[in-house]
């Protein structure tokens, strides 16, 4: 599995749910955080050169993209490239268009996802009849990394965010949000608070796992020791995590 940071442990989570038994490999790449920030081609080059490092060293059977800016953008290429079945993280707009009553919904990502093509397409494909209010707020990324670090997350910040979409032209009518970044469910209690309890916050994960355990296809696994969290750069960058990575089954950080 790959993302820039400890987003991704979201798709994580919801893998080790359905399929605990199966080894795991989780790069972060702090090296390149936040993507979300980056231009197409940075994105593109970085997701695709990574995963292919991954692969050749590890040879996984399969690759998770557990990150919407890098799978919005890449996930074609990536496909095009390994050998392997490649799973992406693409906003759950699908589940939030059925899910909403008032037929308007929200949607919060990074600059770069709010931006792609493949978010216009997955909104005529399935909200067409909706109305679809997108805003991109990449400070949250930094309070997810801090809050799993065990430090205190800005609420000026996630407040910030949640008054802005709320803010736009019938904000005032979603109810549902598509936290279209995998770092935004790790800040589910914090957003929660402020959308109130008639704002359902939707993501893919659980989607994204029942989809690798189908691709896997009942293969079995052996397990020969705690899963593993590569980060690319200094291994410093991942102070503050151990508890959360031995509670998730992981050894120590480890440089990629
Ligand atoms: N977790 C990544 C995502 O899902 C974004 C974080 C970043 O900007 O690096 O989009």
Same mark, same amino acid.
Do not use: W
């Given at each position: 599995?790959?993302?820039?940071?400890?987003?991704?442990?979201?798709?994580?989570?919801?893998?080790?749910?359905?399929?605990?038994?199966?080894?795991?490999?989780?790069?972060?790449?702090?090296? %390149?955080?936040?993507?979300?920030?980056?231009?197409?081609?940075? /994105?593109?080059?970085?997701?695709? %050169?990574?995963? %292919? $490092?991954?692969?050749? $060293?590890?040879?996984?059977?399969?690759?998770?993209?557990?990150?919407?800016?890098?799978?919005?953008?890449?996930?074609?290429? /990536? $496909?095009? /490239?390994?050998?392997?079945?490649?799973?992406?993280?693409?906003?759950?707009?699908?589940?939030?268009?059925?899910?909403?009553?008032?037929?308007?919904?929200?949607?919060?990502?990074?600059?770069?996802?709010? $931006?792609?093509?493949?978010?216009?397409?997955?909104?005529?494909?399935?909200?067409?009849?909706?109305?679809?209010?997108?805003?991109?707020?990449?400070?949250?990324?930094?309070?997810?990394?801090?809050?799993?670090?065990?430090?205190?997350?800005?609420?000026?910040?996630?407040?910030?965010?949640?008054?802005?979409?709320?803010?736009?032209?019938?904000?005032?009518?979603?109810?549902? /949000?598509?936290?279209?970044?995998?770092?935004?469910?790790?800040?589910?209690?914090?957003?929660?608070?402020?959308?109130?309890?008639?704002?359902?916050?939707?993501?893919?994960?659980?989607?994204?796992?029942?989809?690798?355990?189908?691709?896997?296809?009942?293969?079995?696994?052996?397990?020969?020791?705690?899963?593993?969290?590569?980060?690319?750069?200094?291994?410093?960058?991942?102070?503050?995590?151990?508890?959360?990575?031995?509670?998730?089954?992981?050894?120590?950080?480890?440089?990629?």
């Amino acid at each position: 599995m790959l993302d820039t940071g400890v987003g991704g442990l979201t798709v994580y989570d919801a893998l080790r749910r359905v399929l605990p038994e199966a080894p795991v490999i989780f790069a972060a790449d702090f090296v %390149g955080m936040p993507y979300g920030k980056k231009t197409e081609a940075e /994105v593109a080059a970085r997701v695709a %050169g990574l995963l %292919g $490092r991954m692969s050749e $060293r590890y040879r996984p059977r399969l690759a998770c993209i557990a990150c919407n800016t890098a799978s919005t953008i890449a996930l074609g290429m /990536v $496909r095009d /490239v390994l050998e392997i079945p490649v799973v992406g993280t693409v906003p759950a707009v699908k589940p939030a268009a059925l899910h909403t009553q008032t037929g308007t919904f929200g949607m919060i990502g990074t600059q770069a996802t709010i $931006r792609q093509r493949y978010v216009d397409d997955l909104e005529r494909d399935f909200a067409s009849d909706k109305t679809l209010l997108r805003i991109a707020a990449p400070d949250l990324v930094d309070e997810a990394e801090a809050k799993l670090r065990g430090k205190p997350v800005n609420l000026g910040v996630v407040e910030e965010a949640v008054t802005r979409l709320r803010g736009m032209e019938g904000g005032n009518a979603i109810d549902a /949000v598509v936290l279209a970044c995998t770092h935004f469910p790790l800040l589910r209690e914090e957003l929660g608070a402020l959308f109130g309890s008639d704002v359902a916050l939707i993501d893919g994960a659980e989607g994204i796992a029942r989809r690798i355990v189908h691709l896997l296809n009942g293969q079995e696994f052996e397990r020969s020791g705690p899963n593993r969290f590569v980060v690319t750069g200094p291994v410093e960058r991942a102070q503050g995590l151990e508890n959360t990575l031995s509670e998730r089954g992981f050894g120590a950080p480890e440089t990629f």
